[in-house]
């Protein structure tokens, strides 16, 4: 990766910001950000079993998984996480069993043990999105799936020019908005038996994608599906 990428946002940046943003974070981001939210549990609630939200926040997505999955979310920012845990405790959750201060780039976790990665609206905030997505990958077991909801940059156009402009103070907010689809293709192009299976535009203006990854199962295609199952069984 570019090691340009790599210095656009740091540690500090992020946690200082989302100290600033979790206390109204739920009013500004809560309702524009839901279609995807629920886009991404539709997709993990198809896979099933244990599930990464990885960039948890405030938890708005926690009370909307099935009583039968088995939720982790982790999160850089404590107060965002403080505000997660007040959600499960109001709402009864007994489906999340831990809630974990912990970076997207070094997961204590582990290989292979979730069903599912859920990151919705993080990557894009993350340092360096590549080590994060390799942590995914390395945590996920074989057959399961990485969702992720994620900005998408404009490749060309007016918005591109508008979000190149507004790249700096977006930074200091604690996200990017230059942020090409083709790193998500090359990082699964590059990254051993990851494989892109959808791509979905999002609203709020189609800015925004849903991504699966899928990690094979290791098992000829055709066997694929049932490979799949005996892997978790
Ligand atoms: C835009 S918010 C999205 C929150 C939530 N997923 C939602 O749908 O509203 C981004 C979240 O990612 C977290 N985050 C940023 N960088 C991270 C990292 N390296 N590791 C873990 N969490 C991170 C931030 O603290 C923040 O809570």
Redesign the pocket.
């Known amino acids: 990766m570019p090691d340009a990428f790599r210095a656009e946002l740091n ?1 500090e940046i ?2 200082k910001a ?1 100290a600033r ?1 979790a206390p109204v ?1 739920d009013v500004v ?2 309702p524009v ?1 839901e279609h ?2 629920h886009a991404a549990i539709e997709a993990a609630e198809r896979i099933g079993g244990r599930v990464l ?6 938890g ?2 926690l009370p909307y998984y099935s009583s039968d999955l088995r939720i982790w979310g ?4 404590e107060p ?1 996480l403080r505000k997660a845990q007040q959600r499960v405790a109001e709402h009864g959750l007994n489906n999340v069993e831990a809630l974990v201060v ?4 070094h997961l204590d976790f582990p290989d292979a043990s979730f069903d599912v990665i859920v ?4 990557i894009t ?3 360096n999105p590549e080590a ?1 997505l390799d942590e995914f990958a390395r945590v996920l077991r074989p057959g399961g799936e990485i969702v992720l ?1 994620s900005r998408v940059g404009a490749e060309a156009g007016l918005r591109r020019t508008l979000e190149k402009w507004f790249a700096p103070a977006a930074r200091k907010l ?2 990017r908005t230059e942020f090409s689809f083709q790193r998500f293709s090359q990082w699964a192009k590059e990254s051993r038996g990851m494989e892109l299976v959808e791509r979905r535009s999002m609203p709020p203006f189609g800015h925004f994608s849903l991504i699966r990854f899928c990690k094979e199962s290791g098992l000829p295609k055709e066997d694929g599906m049932a490979g799949a199952a005996r892997a978790v069984a």
């Open positions: 540690k992020i946690t989302y943003w974070y981001f809560g950000f995807g939210r939200e990885v960039g948890v926040g405030t708005l997505s982790i999160d850089v920012s965002m912990m970076d997207a780039e990151a919705q609206y993080v905030t993350v340092p994060a909801v604690g996200w």
